[in-house]
């Protein structure tokens, strides 16, 4: 469940990286790398998650996944790309996946869901669109299928935030993730901090108890 977690977290911040001619939010400049901390919940370092902005192209861009762990020994990368069209970023849940899915070469697997879809823009009291992923691998005396939602979510507040990488005025969006593994499920809530310019700043997501279960924290931007 947990590694399922952390690329939860990816498919979240990913959520927004577009080129400038689609969103004034996130990162635009080639080369520009994003490091995120995740943390337990107790503020422990447990994985590092560096994002670098390798291409940016006509209607979108491409963006490298380095997850490391907490002594920044490289577990996987992978890379995927956002497209910008009609207002929107759009972004394919396979090339999303792509790192999860090498752990599982040999065995059959399939990825099933719509097109990601994202609003450029945000305002205070705005709903945004539900979003999932439904993975399925066929380990031969077994399948395993995993289905990550996001829904209610929504756009509460502006609040200046301030982390290792800088103090951010940010957007607060709030939203229910549900996590099914195997038919174990796991339903969370989530509260995020987004910033101009920047993208994901902050993250927290409780467990159904409202309990604190993981933070993912920008902690460097060069």
Excluded at 5 to 10: A, K, W
Aim: a negative charge; glycine letters at 8%; charged letters at 20%.
């Amino acid at each position: 469940m947990k590694s399922i977690l952390v690329f939860l977290s990816c498919f979240i911040l990913s959520s927004g990286l577009a080129q400038d001619n689609c969103s004034s939010l996130y990162p635009t400049t080639e080369g520009q790398t994003l490091v995120i901390h995740q943390l337990d919940k107790r503020g422990r370092l447990e994985t590092i998650i560096d994002y670098t902005i390798t291409e940016v192209h006509s209607g979108g861009m491409t963006i490298n996944t380095e997850i490391k762990d907490k002594r920044g020994r490289s577990i996987t990368q992978s890379s995927f790309d956002a497209i910008c069209e009609g207002g929107v970023t759009r972004l394919d849940p396979t090339s999303l996946m792509s790192a999860q899915l090498r752990q599982y070469e040999g065995m059959e697997y399939s990825i099933s869901g719509d097109d990601i879809f994202f609003p450029n823009s945000l305002s205070v009291g705005q709903e945004l669109p539900d979003a999932s992923i439904e993975m399925r691998v066929d380990a031969g005396v077994m399948a395993i299928t995993t289905t990550i939602t996001m829904t209610d979510r929504k756009v509460i507040a502006l609040e200046t935030l301030t982390t290792a990488a800088g103090t951010f005025e940010c957007y607060v969006v709030t939203y229910t993730n549900s996590v099914s593994v195997g038919g174990m499920r796991q339903n969370l809530t989530a509260k995020q901090w987004i910033a101009e310019g920047v993208g994901m700043v902050k993250e927290e997501s409780y467990k159904a108890n409202g309990n604190l279960m993981t933070q993912s924290v920008l902690h460097e931007i060069r």
